[in-house]
């Protein structure tokens, strides 16, 4: 069983900075991609930012500049910097890992999500 742990999030005015985090544990060979998705009321979940095991990134245009993604491979932790935040960031934000079970089979599970609220 693998568990994606999130933490960070709430409320916060706009400009201000915001960090997540996201543990993954559990039966895994190696992890491949993480990243974080976003879901607002009413729209479709969406990429924010991935980073490959190798730190190749990956953000949405909206957050770039912005946003900073970084993880720790021995930790199996990514983290999600989250800096000038304005109203439209405001979303249900989702951890989300790539992973092997094994030397050859894949997976790929999601964290419990965690709200991001910004006011304006």
């Known amino acids: 069983q693998v568990q994606l742990v999130e933490s960070g999030g709430g409320l916060v005015q706009a400009g201000g900075s915001v960090r997540l985090s996201c543990a993954v544990s559990?039966?895994?060979?190696?992890?491949?991609?993480m990243g974080w998705y976003r879901q607002a009321p009413g729209k479709q979940r969406e990429l924010v930012a991935a980073?490959?095991?190798?730190?190749?990134?990956n953000y949405a245009d909206s957050v770039k500049g912005r946003f900073t993604i970084s993880r720790n491979n021995a930790r199996n932790t990514v983290w999600l910097q989250m800096n000038s935040l304005k109203p439209e960031d405001t979303a249900v934000y989702y951890c989300?890992?790539?992973?092997?079970?094994?030397?050859?089979?894949?997976?790929?599970?999601w964290g419990q999500g965690t709200q991001v609220t910004v006011s304006s």
């Open positions: 989300n890992a790539e992973y092997y079970v094994d030397s050859y089979r894949t997976s790929n599970s």
């Open positions: 559990g039966n895994i060979f190696s992890i491949n991609s």
């Open positions: 980073m490959t095991a190798g730190g190749t990134t």
